[in-house]
């Protein structure tokens, strides 16, 4: 069972992209589509709904 909700994936993709990691190495990392990784980084805090 996954107990990672979106908004902590999300907040866990925008950490890493803030420390300097590619949305490809996060997207492989975390097993998610590069367009994933792509969508949060471009909407920033306001797709994580925090």
Do not use: E, H, P, W
């Not at 803030?18 to 471009?42: H, M, R």
């Amino acid at each position: 069972m996954n107990l990672c909700t979106k908004v902590d994936r999300n907040l866990a993709i925008l950490n890493a992209y803030q420390d300097g990691y590619s949305q490809a190495s996060i997207a492989t990392y975390l097993n998610v589509s590069k367009s994933l990784i792509s969508k949060v980084v471009k909407s920033g805090d306001s797709f994580t709904g925090v």
